[in-house]
Structure formats: C-alpha cells, structure tokens
C-alpha cells in the first residue's frame, strides 16, 4: 500500500537513498551558507535563501520519510530519480528568484516578497507532509 510521499525514490534501493541524502544536505549547507549572510545580503540571495531552504527541508523529510516507510513512494512521477529530482528542485528555485527579481525590477517589491515567502510555504508544507506520512507509516 503505497503512499503519496512528496518525493519517493523507495523502488531505487538504499543506495540511491543514500544517494539522493547526501544530495539534500549539500542543498541545505548551501542554503546555510548564505543564510549566515542574509543580515548583510540583497533582495535576490534572501529569495535563493528561502527558496533552498524550502527544497532541502522538502528533499530531506522525503528521504527519512521513506526509510520510515518502505512501502512509500514518490506521488510526482517527475521527482522520481534523485539526481532529477534535485535537478527539479535546483531550477524552480532559480526560476522563482529569477520571478521576485523581476516582480521588484517591475516596481512589485511586496509582490516579490508574498511569492518568494508562499512558494517557500509549499515546500515547507510538502515537508511537513512528508513527516506526518512517515509518523503514519503509509
């Protein structure tokens, strides 16, 4: 009985969950990285931030989500392999910082702020997910 796990790769064996973890911690150090700076940063690096943020959270709970849950697997048939996933993951953030940037070059700098913190929601509610989903064992 599988489940709708955000991202699952369970099909692909530890290996690529080893894989694909190593994957998420190096987009959450990154994100990290640039938060320890984010007092003194632009508007663009606070939305790339943010955004990584929201991905790795999302990334890192689908991986301990699946090895709470053998059966789950991953309910987006596009996230399905890690590298793409994280390939995925990687250009939706750079598309919608690239979006805010625009949105304030456009004079729209609160409408920049209300995209980059609801789509830093979603991946924060897919995470969530994720964990409630692996708590549950489905």
């Given at each position: 009985?599988a489940s ?72 987006n048939p ?61």
């Amino acid at each position: 009985n599988a489940s709708d796990l955000d991202m699952g790769w369970a099909h692909h064996g530890s290996d690529a969950m080893r894989h694909s973890g190593k994957l998420a911690v190096v987009f959450l150090t990154l994100a990290l990285l640039t938060l320890a700076q984010m007092s003194t940063c632009d508007e663009v690096s606070r939305d790339v931030t943010v955004l990584s943020l929201a991905a790795a959270a999302d990334l890192a709970s689908t991986q301990y989500g699946l090895s709470q849950c053998p059966g789950c697997r991953e309910g987006n048939p596009l996230m399905g392999e890690p590298a793409g996933a994280l390939a995925i993951k990687a250009a939706s953030v750079a598309v919608t910082a690239w979006g805010c940037d625009r949105l304030r070059k456009a004079g729209h700098p609160k409408g920049a702020k209300w995209v980059r913190w609801g789509v830093a929601a979603v991946g924060g509610g897919a995470a969530a997910w994720n964990l409630r989903q692996a708590r549950r064992g489905r």
